[in-house]
Structure formats: C-alpha cells, structure tokens
C-alpha cells in the first residue's frame, strides 16, 4: 500500500513521532490506512482541503444573488482556472480575487448557474503541510492505536481506580486545539 497524495503527513514522520524505527514494517499498511483515513476525517472537520488539489466545475446557485461576492468552498485558492456564468466563460482578469480566503469580486452581482474549476488547499503538498496539522495528525492516530485495546469498553473502576476510555467519534481535545485555527470561516 503506498499513500494518497493528498495524505497530510508521511509514514516515516509518523512513525518518528510514535517512536517506531523505520526498520519495522510490521504495521506500515495499518500507518498508511490511518494517516489516510484521519486526512480525510481532519479535512471534515476543517471544511477544508489540507493538501491542495483541484476541483473541477464546482456549482453555484447565483440565480437569485444579490452580491457582488463568491466565496468558494475551499481556500486558499493557489490557481482559478476557468468560471463559467450561465454557459459564458468569464475573463478572469477582470475579477479581483481574494486568494487567501476564497473570495471573487466582481462589480456586478453574481447570476444564475456558475461553475468554477480552482485549486486550493491549505498546502502545495505533503511535506509544505503547517506543523500544528502534522502533529494533529500524528496525535490523533496516537489516541487511536493506544485506545484500540479498550475494545468498546467505555470505562472501568477498581476501588478508588477510574479510568475512560474511548468515547465513539470524539475527536481528542488536544487534536482540536490543533486544528482550530484552520477551519473553515463563512462570509
């Protein structure tokens, strides 16, 4: 199994963090399927692409817009490469673009349907992905591996003892102290 190109870290990153030589491949399929499986469920969370990619005629409904302004659903935008206005392809030149923050403006409202092709993600690539999403990555697979032996069982007490385990779908506090700062923001 060899990783996504839109995974947000790398095998041998990980297996550093978790302290694994890189000489130990017993459990390098189960890495992979992790850091491939918790990339797609940190992009969820975020509502946004963390690794760029493009996204081909992305629809929007202006048929009713009163605005100036499209915000794209995912940004940074790294290249817009064609919109498309009611059959009419716009010359984007004449659009003032927010790269940052996914925002076209033009100065006349947005009408009818508009399919938009773009690149975006918050990195170029694997190795340009911010540290803070990396070790949210790493951390969170951690959580996931070293909770696997609870087996289902929420918690268990003995004398003064007590200790919780899993919590179905919860995401780890320290995960989403990570991740915070990069989700994704409405107009």
Not at 67 to 73: A, D, G, W
Request: hydrophobic residues 35%.
């Amino acid at each position: 199994m060899s990783l996504h190109t839109n995974a947000a870290t790398t095998l041998e990153n990980l297996k550093k963090y978790l302290n694994i030589s890189q000489n130990d491949t017993s459990k390098d399929d189960l890495f992979e399927l992790l850091i491939e499986s918790i990339t797609n469920a940190a992009e969820e969370y975020l509502g946004r692409y963390i690794v760029a990619r493009q996204i081909s005629q992305e629809p929007y409904d202006c048929t009713n817009s009163k605005s100036k302004y499209l915000q794209l659903k995912q940004y940074p935008v790294t290249t817009l490469t064609t919109i498309v206005e009611d059959g009419e392809t716009l010359d984007i030149a004449a659009l003032k673009i927010d790269n940052s923050n996914g925002i076209i403006k033009r100065n006349i409202f947005w009408k009818g349907a508009v399919l938009v092709t773009y690149t975006a993600g918050l990195a170029a690539d694997t190795a340009s992905v911010p540290k803070n999403i990396q070790l949210a990555i790493w951390q969170w697979i951690s959580y996931l591996v070293n909770t696997k032996e609870s087996q289902g069982i929420d918690s268990e007490t003995l004398g003064d003892y007590s200790i919780n385990y899993l919590e179905q779908n919860k995401i780890p506090d320290t995960v989403i102290s990570l991740l915070e700062g990069y989700k994704r923001i409405d107009l």
